[in-house]
């Protein structure tokens, strides 16, 4: 037994089936010896339900999902190029794929036995983002193993400021002053920008801040929902082999009882025996001495 293979079988599972599965592993994995892996398995966490959903799109549908990978690198590409044309172009795309995507594990969820709503949707797209924006976010949701869903950043990761501020711009005409009148009215707009683009961006960190914090407060509670089921079945084993003792223990009381009363009839008929004997035996004690007495 292999710790991977164990991980790719569970999280192939519904997540209410995971729990069970792990533990089951564990202890075969206990029972073989093997406690460093057993360990191991145990720390396995049980994926939220979005976080299955999407698991569940790479696995059933991973030719699909291809041109969501090769789009996240052409997205990242324009970004660092600064395309506007080439980014509004792929933008209308990353929206059709995104949307097409989250329809699709919809539906497998459906098909799968656990239809799901439109919020876990929303987070099954939201992961996809994720992937677009993140390299490595691309490569852990294409093991199919998440357990929560991917945050992503708001938007691409923002072009270097000063590589904007650098951009040149057509020098104007000195024969043409319409042009020069028509041109930005120069650093002080530029700064504007640096400021505007800067609250924006502060912004969207607080947002991401703040979807984080509410990120943990969900994994912690899932955490405890599944500790709380860990030690639900733990005490239902327990309560299962306390009512097989009680059920043993019954059965020995009866048996207890029926020789109980087995031996109290037998001592009550050796004793009515006892009493028939000492009868007879002075019954015939009485004849010997009433012969004895004839006799004289």
Request: proline share 4%.
């Amino acid at each position: 037994m292999e710790l991977d293979a164990v991980a790719e079988e569970l999280y192939g599972l519904r997540p209410e089936e995971f729990v069970a599965a792990r533990d089951r592993f564990a202890a075969q994995a206990r029972s073989s010896g093997d406690r460093s892996l057993a360990r191991e398995i145990a720390a396995l966490r049980r994926p939220s339900l979005a976080a299955w959903v999407s698991n569940l799109l790479v696995r059933r549908r991973s030719a699909e999902v291809r041109p969501l990978l090769a789009l996240g690198e052409e997205l990242r590409r324009a970004h660092r190029e600064l395309d506007g044309s080439q980014l509004r172009r792929l933008a209308r795309r990353q929206s059709e794929v995104i949307g097409a995507l989250g329809r699709q594990a919809r539906r497998l969820a459906a098909e799968a036995g656990h239809p799901v709503g439109e919020g876990v949707q929303r987070e099954v797209e939201e992961t996809l983002h994720a992937v677009l924006a993140d390299p490595e976010a691309a490569r852990e949701w294409g093991a199919g193993r998440l357990v929560k869903p991917l945050s992503a950043a708001i938007g691409f990761p923002a072009a270097d400021e000063a590589a904007v501020a650098r951009r040149p711009t057509p020098p104007a005409s000195r024969a043409d002053p319409s042009v020069r009148e028509a041109e930005p009215s120069g650093p002080e707009e530029d700064e504007e920008r640096r400021r505007r683009l800067a609250e924006a961006r502060e912004r969207a960190r607080e947002a991401e801040r703040e979807l984080r914090a509410r990120r943990g407060e969900a994994t912690a509670a899932e955490a405890e929902e599944e500790e709380a089921a860990r030690r639900a079945a733990g005490a239902e084993e327990r309560l299962a082999r306390l009512r097989a003792e009680l059920q043993r223990a019954q059965e020995e009381q009866r048996q207890a009882r029926t020789e109980e009363r087995d031996t109290r009839d037998r001592a009550r008929k050796a004793a009515q025996a006892v009493r028939e004997a000492e009868r007879r035996a002075r019954d015939a004690a009485a004849r010997a001495e009433d012969v004895a007495s004839g006799n004289d």
